[in-house]
């Protein structure tokens, strides 16, 4: 009882924590919703007013697609480009085209109703997984989570970014397949939700995939090192602790004839961000330079000799 007591209590205080980071995130969030980009599919809602009063008959919104063509009909100005630009311009369009030829000082009121345009994918350990529509050009992370109702007790303390990979999970791909065979950027989750640390937070961008595994997933890209390149067998090898760039090359058989591993790299990523390392595992292997020690996730790559 007492377990079960401390795990609810933990857990109020963790959605607490998430609640404020909410409303303190998309403070600056929200200042940008007149930045996105209007693309084909989105769907938007028009109020016209001339001399205080409702110009639509129908006594309410009405509700517009930007269609394949990227247009819009209107009444009185039928079609009219929408694809391409902002809520702020598309309106100051359709009120200077009113106003030259119709009315005198319509105010139009044009809201998104649906974002169909730009999706983002999030799947795993969350309330309601699915497709959501990017209501921003800084649409984050963190706003995802809150679309899909929250991450569960259940998640681990990863979460993995696949940029375009949308396509891919439309088309019956695997997750765990996704995770390993591309460069997923790796969010803590524990600094984002638990700690409300921003700097942990990732810009999402259309058609991103983002998965948060259970507690229990075999975290692919945090338990692998990737040795590629000119070595004679180049792949993924299992993380060690204290592990070098130099050993997983021998571990990767070796440099092949016309490897290079004078200007060999390690690229890692961390929080969001990809950090590509240089180094001279020739010096490393005469001993005219320190070995770099890696992380789980890094790749290693040995490229071709130029000779």
């Keep these: 009882m007492q377990l079960m007591t401390m795990r609810s209590i ?8 998430m609640a404020l980071v909410l409303l303190c995130w998309p403070a600056a969030a929200l200042g940008q919703k007149g930045k996105y980009v209007l693309g084909i599919g989105d769907k938007l809602s028009l109020l016209l007013y001339a001399g205080g009063e409702l110009q639509l008959t129908s006594g309410g919104p009405i509700v517009l697609t930007i269609s394949e063509e990227g247009t819009i009909t209107l009444p009185f100005l039928g079609k009219a ?17 009113l106003k030259e030829d119709y009315f005198v000082a319509p105010q139009v ?16 350990e969350v309330k309601t997984p699915g497709s959501y529509g990017m209501e921003h050009e800084n649409t984050s ?3 995802l989570i809150s679309m899909a109702g929250g991450a569960t007790e259940k998640r681990g303390k990863k979460a993995f970014v696949l940029r375009g990979a949308y396509e891919d999970i439309a088309s019956g791909g695997k997750i765990d397949e996704l995770v390993e065979k591309k460069e997923p950027i790796v969010v803590d989750l524990q600094r984002l939700l638990e ?6 937070n990732v810009r999402l961008l259309p058609d991103d995939v983002v998965y948060i595994p259970p507690r229990m997933f075999a975290d692919i890209a945090q338990s692998k090192i990737y040795v590629m390149g000119h070595v004679n067998k180049p792949g993924i090898y299992d993380f060690q602790d204290g592990i070098t ?3 997983a ?4 058989g070796g440099f092949v ?3 290079a591993p004078n200007r060999a790299t390690v690229t890692r990523f961390e929080n969001g961000k990809k950090t590509i390392i240089k180094i001279d595992l020739s010096h490393v292997r005469e001993g005219k330079a320190d070995d770099f020690i890696l992380k789980p996730g890094d790749r290693v790559y040995v490229p071709k000799s130029w000779l």
Excluded at 10 to 17: A, E, F, G, N, V
Excluded at 249 to 252: D, G, Y
């Design 109 to 124: 009121i044009l809201s998104i109703v649906d974002y169909r345009s730009k999706k983002v994918y999030i799947l795993g």
């Design 257 to 259: 004839k016309f490897a």
């Design 245 to 247: 760039a130099l050993n």
């Design 249 to 252: 090359c021998l571990l990767a």
């Design 10 to 17: 933990s857990t109020r205080l963790t959605s607490l924590l």
């Design 141 to 143: 992370l963190i706003e």
């Design 81 to 97: 480009k929408a694809v391409g630009l902002t809520i702020d311009e598309l309106t100051h369009d359709i009120t200077t085209r």
């Design 195 to 200: 700690r409300a640390d921003l700097t942990a």
